[in-house]
C-alpha cells in the first residue's frame, strides 16, 4: 500500500499571506484528487489532475502535478480565513487501482 | 450539501451495545463507501459497495457490519466495539464506482466508543 505524505501537517498563517503544501509518495499515480474538509464537514473534491506536469487553477488555489506524477503540491494566493480547514490529497495507485488518502495538512488561517 | 446524509451526526456507544449508523444519497449513484476517519491517521476505506453489491472489504473487524438494501442506501452496524473504535465515520458515493471519481462525502457520525 502506498503512503502518501502531507507536509506541513499543520500551517497557521495570517489572513493575505501566500502559502504552499505539499504531496509526497514515492509510487506512481495514474491521477490525484485535493479534497478540502471543513470542520463538522466531510471532505469536499477541489481539483483532480491526471497528467505529469499538469498545473490546474481554482480562483487563488494553484494545483499541479509532479512531472514523475509521485508528488503534488497546493499553492494558496492571499490566504482567506474561509480557506481554513483540512487538506487531503488523494492518489490513485498506478498499478492496483486503488485509491489511498494522505496524512492531510491542517491549515488554519487567522483574521 | 453534498446530497449525501448521514445520520446521527453524533453517538455515544457502551462497548455492549448495538446501534447503526445510515447513509442515503440523493445523487442517483451506483457506488457507496465507509471510510473511518482517525486523529492523526488517513482516511480509511472499510467498504466499498457497487449495485448494492459488497465489492471491498478492508479487513474490517467483524464487530461492524455493513448493509446495502438499495444504492441510495447505506448502513453500518456495530456490535461489541472497542475505545479504539471511536473515530468520524464517513459515508461516500460515487457514479460507477470507479477509483478516480469524485467522491461526494457526507458530514460524517462522530463515534464515541465508551
Known amino acids: 500500500t502506498q503512503l502518501l505524505e502531507q507536509s506541513p501537517q499543520f500551517l497557521s498563517i495570517q489572513e493575505g499571506e501566500n502559502l504552499t503544501v505539499y504531496c509526497n509518495s514515492s509510487?506512481?499515480?495514474?491521477?490525484l484528487q485535493w479534497y478540502r474538509q471543513e470542520p463538522g464537514e466531510g471532505p469536499v473534491l477541489l481539483v483532480t489532475?491526471?497528467?505529469?506536469?499538469e498545473v490546474k487553477k481554482l480562483k487563488r488555489l494553484t494545483f499541479q502535478f509532479g512531472d514523475a506524477r509521485k508528488d503534488s503540491s497546493l499553492h494558496i494566493t492571499a490566504a482567506q480565513p474561509g480557506d481554513t480547514g483540512l487538506y487531503l490529497c488523494a492518489g490513485v495507485d498506478f498499478g492496483n487501482e486503488k485509491l489511498t488518502f494522505g496524512t492531510g495538512t491542517r491549515l488554519t488561517i487567522i483574521p | 450539501e453534498t446530497g449525501v446524509t448521514q445520520t446521527p451526526r453524533h453517538l455515544v456507544m457502551g462497548m455492549t451495545n448495538k446501534k447503526s449508523l445510515k447513509c442515503e444519497q440523493h445523487?442517483?449513484?451506483?457506488?457507496m463507501y465507509w471510510y473511518k476517519q482517525s486523529a492523526k491517521k488517513p482516511l480509511e476505506l472499510m467498504f466499498v459497495y457497487n449495485f448494492k453489491e459488497q465489492t471491498e472489504n478492508n479487513s474490517v473487524p467483524s464487530r461492524f457490519s455493513p448493509e446495502c438494501p438499495n444504492s441510495s442506501h447505506l448502513f453500518l452496524h456495530l456490535h461489541t466495539l472497542q475505545p479504539e473504535d471511536s473515530a468520524l465515520y464517513l459515508c461516500?458515493?460515487?457514479?460507477?464506482?470507479?477509483?478516480?471519481?469524485?467522491?461526494?462525502f457526507g458530514s460524517g457520525t462522530q463515534l464515541s466508543v465508551l
Open positions: 489532475v491526471v497528467t505529469g506536469g
Open positions: 461516500a458515493s460515487s457514479p460507477e464506482g470507479l477509483m478516480n471519481e469524485k467522491l461526494f
Open positions: 509510487s506512481v499515480f495514474s491521477s
Open positions: 445523487l442517483g449513484h451506483n457506488a
